[in-house]
Nanobody, 123 residues
């Protein structure tokens, strides 16, 4: 079992930055992938970024590539999502999640989810 707690969401103007954090507890994450997803009202949950816990390999959706950076701090059992050059279309609830599949990009491959944190980008 893995417990995930996100933080760092909020309201920011377009072009601004936010850093989301996700603290994990429970079983060892050494063989897992940590991912971030977002879900806007009326839309499906979408992949944002993922990082492998062991080697730190990353993957991003095309819409955030070059603007967002995912990283992990193994000593703190925490994964981060640095969000720069934010756009109004980035507005959504952001969830972190854990998958046993290497660099998973679809939400069905993720087993554990946090409660989500709201990100709102004003124009």
């Amino acid at each position: 079992q893995v417990q995930l707690v996100e933080s760092g969401g909020g309201l920011v103007q377009a072009g601004g930055s936010l850093r989301l954090s996700c603290a994990a507890s429970g079983r060892s994450l050494s063989t897992y992938t940590m991912g971030w997803f977002c879900q806007a009202p009326g839309k499906e949950r979408e992949f944002v970024a993922a990082v492998s816990w062991g080697l730190g390999r990353t993957d991003y959706s095309d819409s955030v590539k070059g603007r967002f950076t995912i990283s992990r701090d193994r000593a703190r059992n925490t994964v981060y999502l640095q969000m720069n050059s934010l756009k109004p279309e980035d507005t959504a609830v952001y969830y972190c999640a854990v998958s046993s599949k290497y660099i998973a990009t679809i939400y069905q491959d993720y087993s554990y989810w946090g409660q989500g944190t709201q990100v709102t980008v004003s124009s």
